[in-house]
């Protein structure tokens, strides 16, 4: 089993900051792919970025602005959000996939952590 624990989100200003992460605890030795979601009111969850290994995926609408990473030492996964936007307005849900046996693949998902984005 694995355990997620999303924190960091908040009330900010379009143009600003906000960092989130995601612990994880439990059986983390075999996950392989990290990641994160959003879900607006009214629209579908929707995948935000990944890593895995060295590579890493954005959606379009938050490339260059948005930067996942992780730190192994400390089993947290990180989403640096810059240049916030409104519609960035979602709850931010955190994504670990464990893959014990070859072939078997397990996802494990955070509580999420709610980003508004207004004035």
């Known amino acids: 089993q694995v355990q997620l624990v999303e924190s960091g989100g908040e009330l900010v200003q379009p143009g600003g900051s906000l960092r989130l992460s995601c612990v994880a605890s439990?059986?983390?030795?075999?996950?392989?792919?990290w990641g994160w979601y959003r879900q607006a009111p009214g629209k579908q969850r929707e995948l935000v970025a990944t890593?895995?290994?060295?590579?890493?995926y954005y959606v379009s609408s938050v490339k260059g602005r948005f930067t996942i990473s992780r730190d192994n030492a400390k089993s947290t996964l990180y989403l640096q959000m810059n240049s916030l936007k409104p519609e960035d307005t979602a709850v931010y849900y955190c994504?670990?996939?464990?893959?014990?046996?070859?072939?078997?693949?397990?996802?494990?998902w955070g509580q999420g952590t709610q980003v508004t984005v207004s004035s």
């Open positions: 890593i895995t290994g060295g590579s890493t």
């Open positions: 439990g059986s983390i030795w075999s996950i392989n792919a």
């Open positions: 994504k670990a996939t464990r893959t014990p046996v070859v072939g078997q693949r397990i996802e494990y």
